[in-house]
């Protein structure tokens, strides 16, 4: 376990519909990146989350959104989902460090399925 | 070319065997490396994390760099059926947001 909890579990939409979900990072850490899964492929870097700012975007259309929150939990918002948004979708929390390079890990995840 | 490509496999090694996982990565600048291992309907789980040149061993798993070459391995010794996963190759940049590009992973399959 890696204290990072992540909600809900599974999510069923419809094409156009917004989804939320949700993340808190593991106890001592301050920074939240989110990642999307789709079958058989890697983590693709969607963004990251430090002192409730975005720091780093990935290749994904303003529709993806986020917020972190004081205590360093977070938020990844999509609207007007499509069908190519059905995936497994990650959240990891990391300690901000001089120099990078820090360890992310990594929580459940939520599977988010479009129909 | 992807930035970190992986075999997608499947590998497929008899029980008891060394697994032997490889990973090739195009960013001169990457700085930190790390092997996740990924079971079916899971999240990825860290297994090694190297930042130097050379080998690093940690019980039954050895992660190797080599950063002149740009290529970065994983060797699992005494293949266990537990290890069966597909196993993830991740470079950090340390340069601008500190993401993680993965690798598509390879599945391995260790055969009793």
């Known amino acids: 376990e890696t204290g990072v909890t992540q909600s809900p579990t599974h999510l069923i939409k419809t094409r156009g519909q917004q989804v939320t979900l949700r993340c808190s990072s593991q106890s001592g850490h301050n920074t939240v990146s989110w990642y999307q899964q789709a079958l058989g492929q890697g983590p693709q870097f969607i963004f990251q989350y430090y002192r409730e700012e975005e720091n780093g975007r990935g290749n994904f259309p303003p529709r993806f959104s986020g917020l972190q929150f004081p205590n360093y939990s977070s938020e990844l918002n999509v609207n007007a989902l499509e069908l190519d948004d059905s995936a497994l979708y990650l959240c990891a929390s990391s300690l901000r460090r001089m120099g990078g390079g820090e360890t992310q890990y990594f929580g459940p995840g939520t599977r988010l399925l479009v129909l | ?112």
């Open chain 2, 1 to 112: 070319q992807k930035e970190v490509e992986q075999n997608s496999g499947p590998l497929s090694v008899p029980e008891g065997a060394i697994a032997s996982l490889n990973c090739t990565y195009s960013d001169r600048v990457s700085q930190s490396f790390f092997w996740y291992r990924q079971y079916s309907g899971k999240s990825p789980e860290l297994i090694m994390s190297i930042y130097s040149n050379g080998d690093k061993e940690d019980g039954r798993f050895t992660a190797q760099l080599n950063k002149a070459s740009q290529y970065v391995s994983l060797l699992i010794r005494d293949s266990q059926p537990s290890d069966s996963a597909t196993y993830l190759c991740a470079v950090n940049s340390r340069q601008g947001a500190q993401k993680l590009v993965f690798g598509q992973g390879t599945r391995l399959t260790i055969n009793p």
